[in-house]
């Protein structure tokens, strides 16, 4: 593996946005923030303005809702740390796209050549209860078995809890330029 590749996992306001943005910014690298989120309404409109308005100037933005690892292959260099904001957002965009099994092995499969640092943050999803719907049964399901898949391409695996981090799993060539 070339590069560093980090996981934040956790549930709605759990922490996990301003986590990995503060560890981007400690990573020293040039900022790259890939948003996958689309304003479909006011609420999500003000939410990504919130989270907008935590980012100083110092950050690039790419917003991508389908061809994530395009833009990642694109972006990707050793002297930039690139925080991909959300991967189930991602994931739904996809699904609902009919594209998800493409762009989810895409991804995958060229991680482990990229260089640089990658910040991945998504919802944990698989914590609740088993969701009524076919449709969003395919999504719990989809997004556990593609954080684990990745889980096990990253370096680091964080669980956000109350704003508290939780180490699942720290490669030691991460523990020195941990926050």
Same mark, same amino acid.
């Given at each position: 593996m070339n590069g560093q590749y980090q996981l934040i996992l956790g549930g709605a306001r759990s922490g996990k946005s301003r986590l990995a943005e503060q560890r %981007? *910014? !400690?990573?020293g @690298? #040039?900022?790259?923030? *890939? !948003?996958? !989120?689309t304003a479909g309404? /006011?609420? =999500? !409109?003000? +939410?990504? @303005? +919130?989270? #907008?308005a935590r980012r100083k100037e110092d950050w690039a933005l790419v917003e991508e809702t389908l061809k994530l690892a395009t833009v990642l292959a694109e972006n990707q260099s050793a002297g930039r740390c690139i925080l991909v904001d959300c991967l189930?957002?991602?994931i739904s965009n996809c699904l609902h796209q009919g594209c998800w099994e493409d762009e989810s092995n895409a991804l995958l499969e060229q991680l482990p050549q990229w260089s640089g640092r990658i910040i991945?943050?998504? /919802?944990?999803? $698989? =914590? $609740? *209860?088993?969701? =009524? $719907?076919?449709?969003? +049964?395919?999504?719990v399901d989809e997004s556990g078995f593609f954080h684990q898949q990745l889980a096990q391409l990253c370096q680091r695996v964080t669980l956000s809890v %109350? $704003?508290?981090p939780l180490e699942l799993k720290d490669q030691p060539n991460l523990k020195e330029q941990a926050i």
């Open positions: %981007a *910014v !400690a990573s @690298k #040039q900022l790259l923030y *890939v !948003a996958t !989120a309404d /006011n609420e =999500m !409109a003000e +939410r990504i @303005k +919130r989270h #907008q189930t957002l991602w991945f943050v998504s /919802n944990e999803t $698989g =914590m $609740g *209860v088993v969701p =009524m $719907g076919e449709l969003t +049964r395919q999504f %109350a $704003g508290l």
